[in-house]
């Protein structure tokens, strides 16, 4: 069941706030759109092993990870699984495909590999702009069509980049399956995030090929993806009884202030505001 508390609409698409109610695990497909890109921006943990599979393109066994964003290109099927349930707040943008369809350098190829960074996209202008958009939803103001009207055309444009700069010719230069799972299963631990050199040791790299392969491999800096994991894992700790306090020393952080800054600049809400909203929706 999907509840819409919040609706924006522009001539380049529509914003939606939207509340899931996932009584039990998920497994459907997802509406072919063959005039839009979807977007998708989880503002509360999403259910547990969310990954997604892309049937018409990969192997039916073939399911990756989705991240705190992900994009559906138009036309494309995608089918999402999960093994939780849960409540979840998200932000779902349809942007016209002739909007962003401009911006790219000829007609975009949707590759595997570019289907696969779909589906965890770390850029932080990206994020930034929809946590705008998230803004915007909840507190509408003075000339807000305008507002996302250029939001949406910024957006395009970063979604343009993103996808030209996912470059199949480095795919030979990306990390081993064994590396990157080894990068995500140390992720997933609940403790001080891992710098750059721990990682490499573990993948038996150099930082210099940890960051140049993890890039390939993933389209996006493993410093962002990083940081996204440490925010993602707030979210999950918020959800608990632990004190703002206690999480943010047992996520690394040198102080519950620097907790609070760093949660605020990814989320748009500080970890009290988004520990509140989740209370009143479970």
């Not at 069509?145 to 993103?162: K, T």
Request: hydrophobic share 40%.
């Amino acid at each position: 069941m999907m509840t819409v508390n919040a609706e924006l609409n522009s001539t380049l698409g529509t914003a939606q706030l939207v509340r899931f109610h996932l009584p039990d695990p998920i497994d459907n497909v997802m509406r072919e759109n063959e005039d839009a890109y979807r977007l998708d921006l989880c503002l509360t943990p999403r259910p547990g092993n969310a990954r997604a599979c892309y049937p018409n393109r990969w192997s039916s066994q073939r399911f990756e990870r989705l991240g705190n964003v992900f994009l559906v290109p138009p036309g494309e099927k995608m089918q999402a699984r999960s093994d939780g349930r849960c409540q979840q707040e998200s932000l779902l943008l349809q942007l016209h495909s002739s909007s962003v369809d401009e911006w790219f350098d000829g007609e975009l190829e949707w590759t595997s590999r570019r289907l696969m960074a779909s589906l965890d996209i770390r850029d932080a202008n990206i994020q930034g702009l929809l946590l705008r958009l998230v803004q915007e939803a909840r507190q509408p103001g003075f000339a807000s069509e305008m507002l996302v009207e250029l939001i949406g055309a910024q957006l395009a444009i970063e979604l343009s980049r993103y996808c030209n700069n996912v470059d199949t010719s480095t795919v030979a230069g990306g990390l081993a399956a064994w590396r990157l799972r080894v990068i995500d299963e140390r992720l997933q631990e609940v403790q001080a995030t891992p710098n750059l050199s721990e990682l490499a040791e573990m993948c038996r790299l150099s930082v210099r090929q940890l960051t140049r392969g993890f890039r390939a491999s993933r389209g996006c800096s493993i410093g962002d993806y990083v940081a996204n994991s440490r925010i993602e894992h707030a979210k999950r700790l918020l959800a608990t009884d632990q004190s703002v306090k206690a999480i943010a020393y047992t996520l690394g952080f040198s102080s519950p202030s620097s907790f609070c800054c760093a949660f605020r600049r990814a989320t748009g809400d500080t970890p009290g505001q988004f520990r509140q909203r989740f209370n009143l929706t479970h």
